[in-house]
Protein backbone atom coordinates (compact mmCIF):
# COMPACT_ATOMS: atom_id res chain seq x y z
CA UNK A 1 0.00 0.00 0.00
CA UNK A 2 1.12 3.45 -0.92
CA UNK A 3 2.01 5.84 1.95
CA UNK A 4 3.22 8.82 0.88
CA UNK A 5 0.69 10.86 1.62
CA UNK A 6 0.92 15.41 1.51
CA UNK A 7 1.26 17.15 4.30
CA UNK A 8 -1.72 18.93 4.21
CA UNK A 9 -3.54 15.68 4.02
CA UNK A 10 -2.40 15.03 7.36
CA UNK A 11 -2.96 18.52 8.90
CA UNK A 12 -6.89 17.86 7.30
CA UNK A 13 -6.70 14.64 9.66
CA UNK A 14 -5.55 15.72 12.49
CA UNK A 15 -8.54 19.13 12.50
CA UNK A 16 -11.30 16.53 12.02
CA UNK A 17 -10.03 13.87 14.36
CA UNK A 18 -9.70 16.74 17.39
CA UNK A 19 -12.82 18.55 16.91
CA UNK A 20 -14.28 15.22 15.69
CA UNK A 21 -16.89 18.07 13.15
CA UNK A 22 -16.39 18.77 9.70
CA UNK A 23 -17.22 22.32 9.82
CA UNK A 24 -15.20 22.67 12.89
CA UNK A 25 -12.26 21.30 11.30
CA UNK A 26 -13.30 23.43 8.25
CA UNK A 27 -13.35 26.34 10.15
CA UNK A 28 -10.02 26.63 11.87
CA UNK A 29 -8.25 25.24 8.77
CA UNK A 30 -10.14 28.25 7.02
CA UNK A 31 -11.37 26.02 4.02
CA UNK A 32 -15.06 25.06 2.51
CA UNK A 33 -16.36 21.98 4.59
CA UNK A 34 -16.85 20.59 1.19
CA UNK A 35 -13.63 20.84 0.27
CA UNK A 36 -12.24 18.98 3.45
CA UNK A 37 -14.80 16.63 3.73
CA UNK A 38 -13.56 15.76 0.17
CA UNK A 39 -10.25 16.01 0.94
CA UNK A 40 -10.44 13.48 3.64
CA UNK A 41 -12.15 11.03 1.51
CA UNK A 42 -9.14 11.24 -0.49
CA UNK A 43 -7.01 9.87 1.98
CA UNK A 44 -8.85 7.17 2.94
CA UNK A 45 -9.54 5.62 -0.36
CA UNK A 46 -5.67 6.81 -0.97
CA UNK A 47 -4.72 4.65 2.45
CA UNK A 48 -7.46 1.84 1.81
CA UNK A 49 -9.11 2.43 5.56
CA UNK A 50 -11.99 4.24 6.54
CA UNK A 51 -10.56 6.91 9.58
CA UNK A 52 -14.29 7.98 10.23
CA UNK A 53 -17.29 7.20 11.08
CA UNK A 54 -19.98 9.33 9.85
CA UNK A 55 -23.51 9.18 11.30
CA UNK A 56 -26.28 11.23 12.18
CA UNK A 57 -24.38 11.66 15.92
CA UNK A 58 -21.34 12.86 14.54
CA UNK A 59 -17.97 11.62 13.76
CA UNK A 60 -16.18 9.27 15.69
CA UNK A 61 -12.58 7.60 14.57
CA UNK A 62 -12.32 4.40 13.42
CA UNK A 63 -9.28 2.21 14.65
CA UNK A 64 -7.46 2.81 12.19
CA UNK A 65 -8.31 6.26 12.91
CA UNK A 66 -7.15 6.43 15.86
CA UNK A 67 -4.69 4.24 15.35
CA UNK A 68 -2.61 6.73 12.80
CA UNK A 69 -3.30 9.83 14.71
CA UNK A 70 -0.62 10.10 17.23
CA UNK A 71 1.79 9.17 13.86
CA UNK A 72 0.08 12.20 12.03
CA UNK A 73 0.41 14.75 15.21
CA UNK A 74 4.64 13.39 15.38
CA UNK A 75 5.08 13.84 11.55
CA UNK A 76 3.15 17.71 11.72
CA UNK A 77 5.24 18.51 14.26
CA UNK A 78 8.29 17.40 12.79
CA UNK A 79 7.63 19.52 10.21
CA UNK A 80 6.92 22.70 11.70
CA UNK A 81 10.36 22.46 13.00
CA UNK A 82 11.80 21.47 9.95
CA UNK A 83 9.57 24.30 8.55
CA UNK A 84 11.14 26.84 11.44
CA UNK A 85 14.18 25.50 10.73
CA UNK A 86 14.16 26.71 6.75
CA UNK A 87 13.01 30.04 8.12
CA UNK A 88 15.51 30.50 10.31
CA UNK A 89 18.37 29.87 7.70
CA UNK A 90 16.76 31.86 5.00
CA UNK A 91 16.82 34.75 7.67
CA UNK A 92 20.50 33.77 8.69
CA UNK A 93 20.84 33.84 4.49
CA UNK A 94 19.40 37.57 4.02
CA UNK A 95 21.72 38.81 7.23
CA UNK A 96 24.93 37.02 6.21
CA UNK A 97 27.13 38.83 3.57
CA UNK A 98 29.85 36.85 2.36
CA UNK A 99 33.22 38.78 1.65
CA UNK A 100 35.69 37.49 -1.03
CA UNK A 101 39.35 37.71 -1.32
CA UNK A 102 42.53 36.18 -2.81
CA UNK A 103 44.60 38.02 -0.36
CA UNK A 104 43.98 39.86 2.15
CA UNK A 105 43.98 43.21 1.58
CA UNK A 106 46.21 44.37 4.47
CA UNK A 107 46.79 48.03 3.96
CA UNK A 108 46.76 49.63 6.81
CA UNK A 109 44.21 47.61 8.34
CA UNK A 110 41.84 48.73 6.36
CA UNK A 111 39.77 45.70 6.27
CA UNK A 112 39.17 45.67 10.47
CA UNK A 113 38.43 49.59 9.81
CA UNK A 114 35.56 48.24 7.64
CA UNK A 115 34.35 45.72 9.63
CA UNK A 116 33.84 48.00 12.56
CA UNK A 117 32.11 50.37 10.44
CA UNK A 118 29.60 48.28 8.99
CA UNK A 119 28.84 46.64 12.24
CA UNK A 120 28.19 49.31 13.90
CA UNK A 121 25.32 50.15 11.47
CA UNK A 122 24.41 46.44 11.25
CA UNK A 123 25.05 44.89 14.27
CA UNK A 124 23.00 41.63 14.01
CA UNK A 125 24.67 40.90 10.32
CA UNK A 126 27.50 38.50 9.89
CA UNK A 127 30.22 38.82 8.19
CA UNK A 128 31.64 35.85 6.40
CA UNK A 129 35.36 35.94 4.87
CA UNK A 130 36.38 32.95 2.23
CA UNK A 131 39.42 32.71 0.64
CA UNK A 132 39.84 32.33 -2.97
CA UNK A 133 42.62 30.48 -4.76
CA UNK A 134 43.93 33.05 -7.84
CA UNK A 135 42.73 30.74 -9.98
CA UNK A 136 39.15 33.26 -9.56
CA UNK A 137 40.18 36.56 -10.68
CA UNK A 138 36.63 37.23 -9.49
CA UNK A 139 37.15 36.13 -5.73
CA UNK A 140 34.03 34.32 -5.34
CA UNK A 141 31.17 36.43 -7.03
CA UNK A 142 31.40 34.15 -10.63
CA UNK A 143 30.29 31.67 -9.14
CA UNK A 144 28.42 33.16 -6.05
CA UNK A 145 30.08 32.04 -3.36
CA UNK A 146 30.66 35.60 -2.22
CA UNK A 147 28.50 38.56 -2.51
CA UNK A 148 31.32 41.12 -2.59
CA UNK A 149 34.95 40.81 -2.86
CA UNK A 150 38.17 42.47 -3.13
CA UNK A 151 39.18 41.96 -6.93
CA UNK A 152 42.25 43.24 -8.85
CA UNK A 153 41.16 45.13 -11.97
CA UNK A 154 40.49 44.02 -14.24
CA UNK A 155 37.79 41.65 -13.81
CA UNK A 156 36.66 38.97 -16.51
CA UNK A 157 33.31 39.96 -17.81
CA UNK A 158 33.61 43.03 -16.28
CA UNK A 159 29.81 44.33 -17.56
CA UNK A 160 28.54 41.85 -15.21
CA UNK A 161 29.98 43.70 -12.18
CA UNK A 162 30.26 47.02 -9.99
CA UNK A 163 33.36 48.25 -8.23
CA UNK A 164 34.74 51.10 -6.54
CA UNK A 165 38.74 51.22 -6.22
CA UNK A 166 39.81 51.11 -3.00
CA UNK A 167 43.86 51.70 -3.84
CA UNK A 168 46.07 52.75 -6.94
CA UNK A 169 49.29 51.30 -6.16
CA UNK A 170 52.36 50.55 -7.85
CA UNK A 171 53.37 47.42 -9.82
CA UNK A 172 56.97 46.77 -8.24
CA UNK A 173 58.48 43.76 -9.49
CA UNK A 174 59.32 40.58 -6.51
CA UNK A 175 62.76 38.98 -7.51
CA UNK A 176 65.32 37.06 -5.82
CA UNK A 177 67.83 39.15 -3.50
CA UNK A 178 70.70 37.15 -5.82
CA UNK A 179 69.20 38.49 -9.08
CA UNK A 180 71.57 40.15 -11.57
CA UNK A 181 69.16 43.16 -11.33
CA UNK A 182 68.52 43.09 -7.68
CA UNK A 183 70.93 45.68 -6.40
CA UNK A 184 69.23 48.24 -8.39
CA UNK A 185 67.24 50.37 -6.47
CA UNK A 186 65.03 51.54 -9.60
CA UNK A 187 63.82 48.99 -12.92
CA UNK A 188 63.23 50.12 -15.98
CA UNK A 189 60.36 47.50 -17.47
CA UNK A 190 62.46 47.42 -20.75
CA UNK A 191 64.89 45.32 -18.74
CA UNK A 192 62.70 43.04 -17.49
CA UNK A 193 61.22 41.75 -21.26
CA UNK A 194 63.76 39.33 -21.26
CA UNK A 195 63.13 37.23 -18.24
CA UNK A 196 60.68 34.16 -17.18
CA UNK A 197 57.72 35.82 -15.19
CA UNK A 198 55.26 33.64 -12.75
CA UNK A 199 52.12 33.91 -13.93
CA UNK A 200 48.72 33.03 -12.93
CA UNK A 201 46.66 30.49 -13.87
CA UNK A 202 45.21 30.76 -17.10
CA UNK A 203 41.70 30.82 -15.94
CA UNK A 204 42.23 34.01 -14.12
CA UNK A 205 41.71 35.79 -17.83
CA UNK A 206 42.60 39.36 -18.44
CA UNK A 207 44.09 39.67 -14.71
CA UNK A 208 46.86 37.10 -15.86
CA UNK A 209 47.67 39.36 -18.73
CA UNK A 210 47.28 42.41 -16.22
CA UNK A 211 50.31 40.99 -14.11
CA UNK A 212 52.63 40.03 -17.02
CA UNK A 213 52.12 43.69 -18.49
CA UNK A 214 51.14 42.59 -21.54
CA UNK A 215 50.10 46.08 -22.91
CA UNK A 216 53.31 47.19 -22.25
CA UNK A 217 55.32 44.38 -23.89
CA UNK A 218 54.17 45.80 -27.35
CA UNK A 219 53.38 42.46 -28.57
CA UNK A 220 56.61 40.27 -27.35
CA UNK A 221 55.22 38.02 -25.87
CA UNK A 222 56.73 36.45 -22.17
CA UNK A 223 58.57 33.73 -20.67
CA UNK A 224 57.03 31.80 -18.65
CA UNK A 225 59.15 30.53 -15.53
CA UNK A 226 55.60 29.05 -13.68
CA UNK A 227 52.23 29.51 -13.39
CA UNK A 228 51.47 30.46 -9.22
CA UNK A 229 48.00 30.50 -7.56
CA UNK A 230 48.85 31.37 -3.57
CA UNK A 231 51.32 33.81 -1.61
CA UNK A 232 53.41 30.26 -0.60
CA UNK A 233 53.63 29.27 -4.59
CA UNK A 234 55.01 33.00 -5.44
CA UNK A 235 57.31 33.18 -2.59
CA UNK A 236 59.02 29.68 -2.74
CA UNK A 237 58.91 29.97 -6.82
CA UNK A 238 60.76 33.21 -6.74
CA UNK A 239 63.45 31.72 -4.15
CA UNK A 240 63.46 28.80 -6.32
CA UNK A 241 64.83 31.24 -9.13
CA UNK A 242 62.19 30.11 -11.40
CA UNK A 243 61.08 33.89 -12.36
CA UNK A 244 59.82 37.02 -11.44
CA UNK A 245 56.75 38.31 -10.94
CA UNK A 246 55.13 41.90 -10.69
CA UNK A 247 53.18 42.48 -7.48
CA UNK A 248 51.30 46.07 -5.83
CA UNK A 249 52.86 47.31 -3.34
CA UNK A 250 50.52 46.98 -0.78
CA UNK A 251 51.16 42.92 -1.45
CA UNK A 252 55.05 43.38 -1.18
CA UNK A 253 55.35 42.70 2.54
CA UNK A 254 53.65 39.03 1.84
CA UNK A 255 56.37 37.97 -0.08
CA UNK A 256 59.44 39.93 1.18
CA UNK A 257 60.31 37.30 3.87
CA UNK A 258 63.93 35.89 3.28
CA UNK A 259 65.57 36.00 0.16
CA UNK A 260 63.20 38.17 -2.14
CA UNK A 261 63.40 41.62 -2.81
CA UNK A 262 60.80 44.13 -4.72
CA UNK A 263 61.82 47.37 -6.65
CA UNK A 264 60.20 49.69 -8.26
CA UNK A 265 59.75 49.88 -12.50
CA UNK A 266 59.23 51.95 -14.60
CA UNK A 267 57.02 52.07 -17.33
CA UNK A 268 53.74 50.87 -15.93
CA UNK A 269 51.10 52.20 -14.91
CA UNK A 270 49.49 51.36 -11.54
CA UNK A 271 47.29 48.51 -10.27
CA UNK A 272 43.88 49.10 -9.25
CA UNK A 273 42.52 47.08 -5.75
CA UNK A 274 38.82 47.50 -6.31
CA UNK A 275 35.52 45.85 -4.01
CA UNK A 276 33.48 44.49 -6.50
CA UNK A 277 30.05 43.17 -6.64
CA UNK A 278 27.34 41.51 -9.03
CA UNK A 279 25.66 44.56 -10.77
CA UNK A 280 22.14 42.25 -10.12
CA UNK A 281 23.28 42.92 -6.43
CA UNK A 282 23.84 46.44 -6.60
CA UNK A 283 20.47 47.04 -4.54
CA UNK A 284 20.77 44.65 -2.05
CA UNK A 285 21.05 46.23 1.39
CA UNK A 286 23.80 45.01 2.73
CA UNK A 287 25.72 44.74 -0.02
CA UNK A 288 25.41 48.74 -0.52
CA UNK A 289 26.48 49.11 2.80
CA UNK A 290 29.19 47.51 2.86
CA UNK A 291 30.28 49.20 0.08
CA UNK A 292 29.78 52.61 1.44
CA UNK A 293 32.09 51.41 4.41
CA UNK A 294 34.66 50.38 1.91
CA UNK A 295 34.61 53.77 0.17
CA UNK A 296 34.52 56.04 3.38
CA UNK A 297 37.03 54.10 5.05
CA UNK A 298 39.40 54.69 2.10
CA UNK A 299 38.43 57.55 2.01
CA UNK A 300 39.52 58.85 5.20
CA UNK A 301 35.56 59.94 6.43
Same mark, same amino acid.
Given at each position: ?7 ? !????? &? ?39 ? !? ?7 ? /? ?6 ? #?????? /? ?5 ? /? ?33 ? #? ?6 ? +???? &? ?25 ? =? ?16 ? !?????? %????? !? ?26 ? =? ?15 ? =? ?39 ? /???? +?? =?? #? ?17 ? %?
Amino acid at each position: MAMDVHVR !DLRYF &VAVAEELHFTRAAERLYVSQPALSKQVRALERHLGVELFRR !DPQGVTLTE /AGAALLPH #ARRVLD /AWSEGAA /ALEAARVAARSTLVVGMSTSPGRGGLLPAIRSRFT #AAHPDTVL +RLRQ &VSWEDSTAGLADRDADIAFVWLPLPDA =ERYGWTVVAEEPRLVALP !DTHRLA %SRPEI !DFADLLDEPFLALPAGAGPLRDYWLALE =ERAGRPPRIGAEIAGTE =ETYEALVAGLGVCLVAMGNAPLITLGGVVTRPVRGLAPSRF /ALAW +RR =ED #ARRPLVRAYAEACRRVAGG %S
